[in-house]
């Protein structure tokens, strides 16, 4: 079956502008969470999405946003970008709660 | 809040010497997980764990769930080359918190 599936993959944007990020999950899999990878930071929680309900959120400004559609798809957007924004950002599905993750292969954002 | 170490940041070792990671985590979990990330990849399961003292193997790879549900740790025996990678935890309570990983490199 079709893994996790991320769009785009590699996004270069200029400092301001805002952008949004697309994740396909796994068929049948109702939970969505997104994910800030950095060398420095590692893996940081954004938040997650389950039916289409933020179930959780982590600790990033009022910039970063989601939402979650009926067919289990996901986007995530960031406004008035900084530099500090540059990272891979991985989004992961799972089944439900407690069940592991599978990440799609991530969008590598850069803001110049 | 939730938070969850890892240890080591990183580790070197010989081909064929054993490998630990270990991991904290400031309140009880529900369960851990473990994921490998190769560089220039993504993070991929490996297993989940919940029970107290759980202990799982798969082939060279043995993880353990501690008694009180609040640390973790994944071992691996006579490391190969392809054991190269970055290991996380991930400790889920209300929600899931990723350690910072340790950072695996093999000297041949």
């Known amino acids: 079956k079709a893994g996790v599936t991320q769009t785009p993959r590699y996004l270069i944007k200029t400092r301001g502008q805002q952008v949004t990020l697309s994740c396909s999950p796994i068929?049948?899999?109702?939970?969505v969470s997104w994910y800030q990878q950095t060398p420095g930071q590692g893996l940081q929680f954004l938040f997650e999405?389950?039916?289409?309900?933020?179930?959780n959120k982590g600790n990033f400004p009022g910039r970063f946003s989601g939402r979650q559609f009926s067919n289990s798809r996901s986007e995530m957007n960031v406004s008035t970008l900084e530099l500090g924004d540059s990272a891979l950002y991985l989004c992961a599905s799972s089944l439900s709660f407690h069940y592991g993750y599978t990440f799609g292969s991530g969008t590598r954002l850069t803001v110049v | 809040g939730q938070q969850v170490m890892q240890i080591p940041q990183y580790q070197h070792v010989q081909e064929g010497e054993d490998f630990t990671t270990y991991c904290n985590s400031s309140t009880t979990l529900s369960n851990i997980q473990w994921y490998k990330q190769r560089p220039g990849g993504h993070p991929v399961f490996l297993i989940q764990?919940?029970?107290?003292?759980e202990v799982k193997k798969q082939k060279r790879l043995t993880f353990q769930f501690g008694e009180a549900k609040k640390n973790s740790s994944l071992h691996i025996t006579a490391t190969q080359t392809t054991d190269v990678g970055t290991y996380f935890c991930?400790?889920?309570?209300?929600?899931?918190?990723f350690g910072k990983g340790t950072r695996l490199h093999i000297l041949p």
């Open positions: 991930a400790g889920e309570d209300d929600k899931i918190i």
């Open positions: 999405y389950f039916s289409e309900t933020q179930r």
């Open positions: 764990l919940v029970k107290s003292g």
């Open positions: 068929s049948g899999h109702r939970s």
